[in-house]
């Protein structure tokens, strides 16, 4: 997603929060949110809101440059 972004692009991950319930993947297979914000951060993007969205899942948006 990096090279296909131009400059002050940004990238929007929406998650399942990593807590057990019945709905959503395994939880071995989901991220904690800060795990999430590592792997963006370290694809080269800036952090700029991590958040919350409702009980079973949170948003991440990371921004080029």
């Known amino acids: ?3 296909m972004l131009k400059e002050g692009g940004k990238i ?4 399942w ?3 057990n319930m019945i709905h959503g ?3 071995w ?3 904690t949110e800060e795990d999430a914000e590592k ?3 370290d694809a080269g993007f800036t952090v700029t809101l991590t958040k ?3 009980k ?3 948003i991440i948006v990371g921004k080029k440059g």
């Open 12 to 15: 929007v991950d929406l998650d």
């Open 17 to 19: 929060k990593s807590v």
């Open 25 to 27: 993947p395994p939880l």
């Open 52 to 54: 919350g969205c409702g």
């Open 39 to 41: 792997l963006i951060s």
């Open 1 to 3: 997603s990096w090279r």
């Open 29 to 31: 297979k989901r991220l």
């Open 56 to 58: 079973q899942h949170y």
